[in-house]
């Protein structure tokens, strides 16, 4: 799919077409996608920490970013992203007139608190707003938004809280309101934005409740989730699929941590 038709403007005159032309000739960079070469420098910058460093062999950002087709100085959000790994990418690659919403809930936050202390005590990463929310409460502000990101964490939503009663484990509350948490990520992009997903797979033909247990989600029944609330699905990568990964086990398995079979796809709301 090329820009032309992702939604950030359709060329409607002659004389405007001009002028994008000259400003484009004046201002280096200016409608510039963000690609894989853009990603790699990113991650090549020297001050990174050695965890993302680390982590960056298996997430392969330079094929994920990609996807969400954003411009310097576009504006977008990593929700529950947790430590920030990808929202210090995507500062550095949007540059001082863009910016990184890195969007928490308390359970989020606390997973990647770690993290957080080694990103943003004693260092700059960049231009990020971070936000602590309740829930799946986003707080975002309509059509504000060029693209929207979650990371391994959409599969949450589905999650039923449990806990163990000495024989078994029991039901202790209800899943998420995944309709409501859509909407919001929906409202907040301005036409034509992406919303790129990442997660582990499970079984094609998993229950959900069973893959929730696993933290994993079946990709066709996210993808059906996702263009039910008026997405359109315009692009996938198999880069981060494993076919090691024993998709019956929890992702948290120590052998298997990190280098689950994980599916990319990413969306678009149309314009």
Not at 41 to 57: T, W
Not at 129 to 144: A, F
């Amino acid at each position: 799919m090329t820009l032309a038709n992702t939604g950030r403007g359709l060329v409607k005159s002659v004389p405007f077409l001009v002028f994008a032309w000259a400003i484009s000739c004046a201002v280096p960079g200016y409608g510039d996608v963000i690609d894989e070469t853009a990603v790699l420098a990113a991650m090549a910058k020297p001050g990174r920490l050695a965890a993302d460093i680390e982590r960056d062999q298996n997430s392969k950002p330079q094929f994920v970013i990609p996807l969400l087709m954003l411009e310097p100085g576009d504006r977008v959000v990593d929700i529950f992203g947790s430590g920030g790994y990808y929202s210090e990418l995507l500062a550095s690659v949007l540059g001082e007139q863009g910016e990184a919403l890195l969007h928490n809930n308390l359970g989020f936050e606390a997973w990647g608190i770690n993290g957080l202390r080694d990103r943003f005590d004693k260092r700059d990463p960049g231009r990020i707003t971070r936000c602590t929310g309740s829930g799946i409460n986003l707080d975002l502000t309509d059509n504000s938004l060029d693209a929207a990101l979650i990371v391994m964490a959409f599969h949450d939503l589905y999650v039923i809280p449990k806990s163990y009663d000495g024989e078994k484990y029991v039901r202790t509350g209800s899943p998420a309101n995944v309709s409501y948490f859509l909407d919001q990520v929906y409202r907040a992009l301005k036409p034509g934005g992406r919303f790129v997903v990442v997660d582990h797979a499970a079984e094609p033909d998993a229950e959900n409740e069973a893959a929730g247990d696993l933290h994993r989600i079946v990709e066709i029944f996210a993808r059906q989730e996702i263009e039910a609330r008026g997405f359109v699905l315009v692009a996938t990568t198999d880069a981060l699929r494993s076919t090691i990964d024993d998709r019956s086990r929890i992702v948290f398995d120590e052998d298997i941590q990190g280098r689950t079979d994980q599916f990319v796809l990413a969306f678009e709301k149309p314009d």
